[in-house]
């Protein structure tokens, strides 16, 4: 085989191989069934579903402008700066945060009433978006329910035999569990955005400790489909102990969360 040849059956291989995507975050080739402007159209159709099945926005223009501000300062160090991010605090009372391919991502009253600092609204936020960076809720899709399904389904809540509902398919899709190592690989670079975006990294072990607390009272979504907290305890301590020893100037932000988000769910509350 002439050596034009053997170049050209290698360009093709690596150009046009519609299943292989890298990413970014492990730097890894890993298989993937549909381009990534294929994520922007699910996540435009399956937000507002998410929105109704978790009680709608929170309807505070201030609390909304203020998690949307922490999570794009945090977007900005990812390795995806230039994809679009949405953030959106949702009604729910269930302790929950997830997020949809094309960087959609949704934190729950329930979450955000137990959290006391911006740093620990930032961890939980930098999960998240490392799971968009990743594309790791776009794979678990493309494995577990199929995409052609995910854009064909319809919108009506009727549904005849086979066919399911854009309502049918939220709710398969919040419940989606990702591997251990895609949690782990999502922890572990949200530990480092949180930092290179200016926090404090103990934000992110503290949220672990406090949903470790809460599921001793009543079992919490998060977990249902997240790894065990005593495990991320260690190895986020770990990596702080070896990359972020100094923590000067990192911020942690208890009086900032108070007043833009804690005080504000209290006011909704009396309304
Ligand atoms: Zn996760």
Sequence with gaps: MSKKLQLLILCLIFCLCPGCAVNPITGQEEFMLFPQEQDIEIGEKYAPEVEKQLD?????????????????KITRVSHRPDWQYHFTALNHKSINALA???????????????????????????HEISHVVAR??????????????????????????????????????????????DEREADLAGLDYMVWAGYNPYGAVEIQQILQEEH??????????????QNRIAYL????????????GLKIGRQDYRSAVLEHLIDNEAD
Excluded: C, W
């Design 56 to 72: 709608g926005r929170i309807a505070d223009e201030r609390l909304q402008n203020y998690i949307d501000s922490v999570g794009q």
């Design 100 to 126: 949809l391919p094309g960087g959609y991502v949704f934190i729950t009253k329930g979450m955000l009433e137990k959290l006391t600092t911006e740093a620990q609204l930032a961890a939980i936020l930098a």
């Design 136 to 181: 790791d809720s776009s794979a678990a899709m493309s494995r577990n329910i199929g995409i052609g399904v995910l854009l064909s389904a319809v919108a009506s809540a009727k549904t005849s035999r086979g066919v399911f509902t854009a309502a049918d398919l939220t709710r398969q899709i919040m419940g989606l569990q990702y591997s251990k190592k």
């Design 216 to 229: 001793k009272v009543r079992p919490i979504e998060f977990l249902s489909t997240h790894p065990d907290p």
């Design 237 to 248: 301590r770990a990596r702080i102990q070896t990359r972020y020893r100094n923590l000067e």
